[in-house]
């Protein structure tokens, strides 16, 4: 594991954030995922472009990553991304165990050129109860069924 | 927007849960999306069938309702999750601008079966320094040219 970023890496993040821009591809967004000093795979942000809420730069990179080593954990693996991960992001890496995250702008960077960034961590800190998007708990007594089965499936992959 | 959950949709998103453990297709998580009193798309986790880390029930079903509507955005719509969203699938649900939540399992709910929901909402609350996975910045000077490219932009499309 690298204690020190590689500029190359970093640089290669922020050429495909500003060609993603250029092109007109999606937002100004790119990620690069590096194993044993090299890149495995890279991505940018495609929300627009293939119309998927989710198609952030590190989600991209990371769906790619998954498919080049054939497998949903990336331990091993670390993210270079163009920007500072929002919460979305950043707890993708953490499903994906990855080992470090390098960054070059911050979310407060995002916040200037009106991204949500900032605004998602100071709401997901919040109680459920003060969020902008309202979320209520029901049926909580027939929901544990579902646990129940997984607890006891012999053939379950943990993950 | 309803201002009390359909039972009828949760029932759905938990049997979806319970149906992906006993086909061994995936984890205990289902959800649905729905709109104007109809469900309009679907997704349960397929973390390990798919290799796809990101894969999620709530990101599923986000990016099939992207699909099925031809955009990226989903106001108008509520998501009913057998399971409270972990903080990547809670961003997913703001980034797509989804107009409620509703779940039935909760965060610590999924703890007692070993899902690291409460430990990712905890860590996403800390500063950069204290968390498990390492992140720190770098080259911040030379990234801001790809957010002046967007904020200079004539034809992005915000989202």
Redesign the interface.
Known sequence: MSL??N?EF??RA?AL??EN??T?A?????AVIVRDGSVIAEGVNC??RT????A?AE?TA??AA??AL?????HGCEIYS???P?????????????????????QA??A???F?DAF??R???LPLSER?????????D??????Q???E?P?????
Do not use: Q
Not at 26 to 30: C, D
Not at 51 to 54: G, P, R, S, V, Y
Not at 142 to 147: G, I, L, P, Q, V
């Open positions: 020190s970023g500029a970093m640089r922020i954030a500003s821009v250029r007109g999606g937002g100004p967004f790119g929300v627009t119309n998927d809420a989710t952030h989600v990371i769906r998954c498919l054939g497998r949903f954990a990336l163009s920007c500072e929002c919460p979305m992001c950043l707890a993708a890496i953490y499903w994906a165990r990855m080992d470090r995250i390098w960054f070059a702008n911050t960077d995002a200037r050129i009106d949500d998602l961590y709401e997901i800190a902008a998007i309202p979320a209520a708990m029901m049926l909580h027939e929901a544990w069924e579902s646990f089965l997984w607890r499936s053939t379950k992959t943990p993950f």
